[in-house]
């Protein structure tokens, strides 16, 4: 019998305190499951924050979203490559909070999405950014916690997130604070984003 990976054992302990504490299943089961909503809270709120604010703070806050998006859509091609199967498609006996998808487990997703939000939002709006850490960290934990994911798939979710997030800001931020201050100019937006005037 082979030896089990580190990734494996840690998986296996995280289900040891699972089996353990019955009473942290419901709360577990509810924010890895719609914990997204959280996220898109701070994002929203970050980006209202931001409205009247300067171009380049105006388009941080957006490209929050934005980013966002494009981690998750390149995690697609990423989890393809890999093929990893879920823990309960290995582990038959693992136990299972939630329920079974028919997607690849590496990397995850919504911990890919909290990276993402978490790291755009610390640049965009630091204050609101160190609680969207925290609360990555919460997404990447709990979905090991309820055996959807193995610990590396979280984490490396978390990375690369955290990775498109920071370098598309890096790359964008020009063209996107351009766009962002024409777009504060049409009539619609500048109803809700008015430019900033001095004087």
């Given amino acids: 019998m082979p030896t089990p990976s580190p990734d ?3 998986f296996a302990a ?13 709360p577990a089961v509810l924010f890895a499951t719609y ?26 806050a957006g490209w929050v979203a934005l980013g966002t998006l494009v981690a998750v859509t390149v995690n697609q091609p990423v989890a393809a490559l ?43 709006a630091p204050r609101i950014g160190r609680w969207a850490v925290v ?3 919460a997404m990447a934990l709990t979905r090991v916690y309820v055996g959807a994911h193995y610990p590396q798939d979280v984490l490396a979710g978390l990375l690369l997130g955290g990775v498109v997030a920071g370098a598309g800001w890096l790359l964008l931020h020009r063209p996107l604070t351009a766009v962002t201050g024409w777009l504060r100019g049409r009539p619609v937006v500048r109803t809700v984003f008015r430019p900033v005037t001095s004087g």
């Fill in 14 to 26: 995280v289900q040891s305190f699972a089996r353990s504490t019955p009473w942290l299943h419901g």
């Fill in 82 to 124: 890999f093929g990893e199967a879920r823990p309960y498609a290995t582990h038959p006996g693992a136990l299972l909070l939630v329920p079974r998808t028919s997607d690849v487990s590496f990397p995850s997703d919504h911990a890919t999405m909290a990276g993402a939000v978490a790291v755009g939002l610390l640049v965009a």
């Fill in 35 to 60: 914990g997204v909503v959280l996220f898109a809270g701070l994002a929203l709120w970050a980006l209202l924050a931001a409205r009247r604010a300067g171009d380049r703070d105006l388009a941080a």
């Fill in 135 to 137: 609360a990555a960290l």
């Fill in 8 to 10: 494996e054992r840690l």
